[in-house]
């Protein structure tokens, strides 16, 4: 008997989910025979009724799908099965609806693309129910541990790059600091590959406290070369000097919402070094961007992976890329721990290697 799988995407979006949905689509369909449902605004789909959702063919996944970026079936950060917002206001438990969504529309398995939040939610779900259930990561953070590489990563990194590109040249021609601030949560994963890439003078992530006062030294020796101008990337979950956040209030999913602290290190410059300083937040433009080639070829990678777990029974599993390999762990293993910029690591290494002050050690 010809299976039927479920694809969602949840939790906050990034570019290469419609490369991952198509692959998934390609490969279930055309090597496995299979039916492909598109489940809409993650778990949401299966908890409302009607039950919301659309069946994926071959030709709806052409290769327009490949390059587009947001996801086709919506997403949402908001709507937690076990904490379901009611009409009254209140939060309710509707995981059980989510299950019965589930075996209504006679799913044989799952396939989620999430970050750590929806991946924890996905699996208690999935265990609840018994469903079958198959992850594969996708974040702008890179921030899940085991695997290398998370999709949207790579293409969060370019954008930020090709903000950098932009941002020097009126630099040099103002003779002015540019201090570019970049998403990424609790990991600098985003601000220290960009930095490197970008040529950054300045690299500030969370893992690494930084001194004030070192960051003047480094404009002020670059300007003693003879150089006018100055770039900084700051991660966005950086802190003041007073150690605590810049932050925009809270998503509905009680997340700090961070922005600001490139404000914050505009305005310490400007007071200690006079060094005239504009600061740029790029904010959701690192999230909405076409997807990159990295990302292509990743979330293709893992959409047909993902499709063979299921076909060989390995659920409760997510695929990783590790060393150019793709593999399957428990989800679990992913999400209990936190993958942050190593403060010893390669990268950090490379931009000491080259000057950048990337903070205290
Ligand atoms: O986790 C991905 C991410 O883009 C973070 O880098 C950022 O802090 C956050 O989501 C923004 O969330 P929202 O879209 O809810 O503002």
């Known amino acids: 008997m010809a299976k039927r799988i479920g694809i969602l995407t949840s939790g906050g979006d990034c570019s290469g989910l419609n490369a991952t949905i198509r692959a998934i689509t390609l490969r279930a369909i055309q ?23 659309i069946p994926l063919t071959v030709t709806q996944c052409d290769q327009g799908m490949v390059r587009s970026a947001g996801t086709i079936l919506g997403s949402t950060t908001k ?3 076990f904490f379901f917002p009611s ?25 989620a693309i999430g ?15 018994g469903m079958n259930l198959v992850c594969i990561p996708k974040t702008i953070d890179n921030d899940l541990a085991e695997t290398e590489l998370s999709i949207g990563y790579s293409t969060a990194v370019s954008v930020a790059v090709e903000a950098l590109d932009r941002l020097q040249p009126t630099a040099a021609s103002h ?8 998403m990424g949560r609790d990991a600098g994963h985003i601000a220290l590959s960009a930095g490197i890439a970008g040529g950054a003078d300045v690299i500030l992530i969370p893992e ?6 070192s960051i003047c030294q480094q404009i002020q020796n670059i300007s003693k070369t003879g150089r006018n101008h100055s ?79 299921v076909a060989a029974q390995d659920f409760g599993k997510m695929v990783i890329w590790q060393n150019n ?37």
């Open 231 to 309: 770039l900084i990337v700051v991660s966005e979950a950086v802190k003041t000097l007073a150690d605590s956040s810049v932050l925009q209030g809270k998503s509905h999913n009680e997340m700090p919402r961070y922005g600001g602290v490139s404000q914050y290190l505009c305005a310490e410059l400007e007071k200690r070094i006079n060094a005239d300083t504009r600061a740029t937040i790029l904010g959701h433009v690192q999230r909405g961007s076409q997807p990159n080639a990295q990302d292509r070829i990743l979330a293709t990678a893992f959409g047909v992976k993902a499709v063979d777990m």
């Open 87 to 111: 009409e009254d206001g209140l939060r309710v438990d509707r995981s059980d609806d989510a299950i019965e969504g589930y075996n209504d529309l006679k799913l044989d398995a799952i396939i």
């Open 115 to 129: 970050g750590d939040g929806s991946m924890r939610i996905n699996s208690k779900l999935a265990k609840k129910g």
């Open 325 to 361: 390999q793709l593999k399957s762990v428990p989800i679990e293993s992913t999400i209990d721990i936190y993958s942050t910029v190593d403060p010893k690591g390669l990268l950090i290494q490379t931009a000491k290697g080259i000057g950048i002050y990337v903070g205290d050690l």
């Open 79 to 81: 709507e937690n099965p």
């Open 175 to 182: 003779d002015r600091v540019m201090i570019l601030e970049v």
């Open 208 to 213: 690494i406290p930084y001194n004030i006062e």
């Open 31 to 53: 090597h496995y025979g299979w039916e492909v449902f598109g489940i809409l605004k993650g778990t949401s789909g299966l908890i409302r009724r009607p039950l919301e959702y």
